[in-house]
């Protein structure tokens, strides 16, 4: 019973594709129709790059500022749904798209959404305060009280 519970909005999502694409083809035709959905595809690549490479610019601010850029990454992330968005075939699809695109609808999303996020900062590089040393394992000894031993003097 949870998967079909768990199918249904797609389900309903394309029932409303088919009559938003019959209801169009109706009312302008079937090839301006194509070239309606071929345009708002087209346009859904160039919105999302144009935007797209702005979020990464406010992204990049936040990080050389020292902030956590959280707002600008969940923009960034309405940008790239907003895009695949137009880019799939649909009327309903480009609807919702298009209004992802609106930075007034994702700053209220963000604001809905945002606050249940957990953040969470995960460092890969070497630590802060002091130089690498890269050792050969026969160089160190992991127990604190044994002397360090003595490398034979290079040749």
């Known amino acids: 019973m949870p998967l079909i519970l768990a199918l249904l909005p797609f389900v309903l999502l394309i029932a409303a594709e088919i009559a938003a694409f019959i209801l169009v083809g109706e009312a302008i035709g079937v090839l301006p129709t194509v070239a309606l959905v071929f345009a708002l595809s087209v346009a859904g ?47 309903v699809t480009d609807a919702i798209g298009l209004l992802l695109f609106v930075p007034a609808v994702r700053s209220a999303l963000w604001r809905a959404i945002g606050r249940r996020l957990k953040v969470k900062v995960v460092s890969t590089g070497p630590r802060r305060g002091g130089p690498v040393v890269d050792l050969d394992p026969d160089s160190y000894s992991p127990v604190p009280d044994r002397p360090p031993e003595r490398l034979p003097p290079a040749p």
């Open 45 to 91: 690549v160039i919105l999302t790059r144009r935007q797209g490479l702005g979020a990464l610019l406010r992204i990049r601010a936040e990080l050389d500022a020292g902030r956590m850029p959280g707002e600008a990454m969940g923009h960034a992330a309405m940008i790239v749904l907003a895009g695949t968005l137009l880019i799939i075939p649909g009327f």
